[in-house]
């Protein structure tokens, strides 16, 4: 499976040392992920957290201004840990991200079978459905449930073991600014 792997420094080795979570940026100043973490290692069986985080789709990683270095990884599918469902995985620290086609195609029908001949009201439906799936408190225990699923889904990241295999990458480039 082809996976890809972001870090702002190219010093960091995914084949060898240890993940230091408190060199990451995310790790450090996002509200909630350092417990999160902590569960989600203790689920994994992964206690000293030693995790690589890897989108499953290209097209879901986000360019920014901050020039990072992309990791391209041909990996087994027998190597994935397991597949996060990123949405959940936000909700989970409380923050509101955009919800991706698993979550608004139902809402999406609905809004059609609804209003079929008034885009406006389609639409006005569509966003306040996607308010209230926001609004609506799930218990964190179904919200853990629901975090992993069984394939790469939209929005979705693979968790690998660190460290990985050497012949897993494919390519490392500087991802920059469109």
């Known amino acids: 499976m082809r996976l890809w792997t972001i870090h702002r420094n190219q010093g960091f080795s995914l084949t060898g040392g240890r993940v230091d979570h408190s060199k990451s940026e995310y790790y450090v ?7 999160a973490y902590l569960k989600l290692w203790r689920r994994l069986g992964v206690n000293d ?24 990884l041909e990996v087994s599918d027998s190597s994935i840990l397991t597949y996060v469902d990123g949405v959940i995985w936000n909700c989970l620290l409380g923050i509101r991200v955009p919800l991706s086609a698993r979550y608004t195609e139902a809402i999406r029908k609905e809004a059609a ?20 799936w926001w609004e609506h408190r799930r218990p964190e225990s179904t919200l853990w449930k629901e ?9 979705s990241s693979a968790l690998l073991r660190h ?9 490392c480039r500087v991802l920059r600014c469109r």
Do not use: N
């Open 29 to 35: 100043s996002t509200r909630g992920v350092r417990e």
């Open 49 to 72: 957290g030693q995790i690589i985080w890897c989108y499953t789709r290209r097209e879901d990683i986000r360019v920014t201004s901050i020039p990072r270095y992309m990791w391209e």
């Open 113 to 132: 079978k609804k209003f079929p001949h008034d885009p406006h009201a389609r639409r006005q439906f569509e966003i306040e459905s996607e308010k209230r």
């Open 147 to 155: 975090l992993f699923v069984d394939e790469p889904i939209e929005a």
């Open 163 to 171: 460290p990985i295999q050497k012949d897993w990458i494919v390519d």
